[in-house]
Nanobody, 127 residues
């Protein structure tokens, strides 16, 4: 099967950290933009961070700059999202997706077309 599998969500206190993983099966990340988008129920889905495999270009939304970091492990065919200094407003369902031949910034900011899309993983930041 060709799919993306997101994992790593959970409950964390404000100021805490979590690491999400997005594992690909059935394809590799060659020439893909891969990213994390999040959605709060009742609100619009938004791109959080994306990375381009071809040139390593990274995009971060203003709300997570300096706190979140995206990385690719091509040996494991997995993209990671390290989230530090988490805030209650980071609470959302986090999805990972991939789109071929697209820049990281365009993929994250437009959120229109996805070649592959994973199921969400819930992150709850609460004391």
């Amino acid at each position: 099967d060709v799919q993306l599998q997101a994992s790593g969500g959970g409950l964390v206190q404000p100021g805490g950290s979590l690491r999400l993983a997005c594992a690909a099966s059935g394809f590799t990340f060659d020439n893909y933009a891969i990213g994390w988008l999040r959605q709060v129920p009742g609100k619009e889905r938004k791109g959080v961070t994306c990375i381009s495999d071809s040139d390593g270009d990274e995009y971060y939304s203003d709300s997570v700059k300096g706190r979140f970091a995206i990385s690719i492990d091509n040996a494991k065919n997995t993209v990671y999202l390290q989230m530090n200094n988490l805030r209650p407003e980071d609470t959302a369902v986090y999805y990972c997706g991939a789109r071929k031949f697209q820049s990281a910034s365009y993929y994250c900011s437009t959120d229109r077309f996805h070649d592959y899309w994973g199921q969400g993983t819930l992150v709850t930041v609460s004391s």
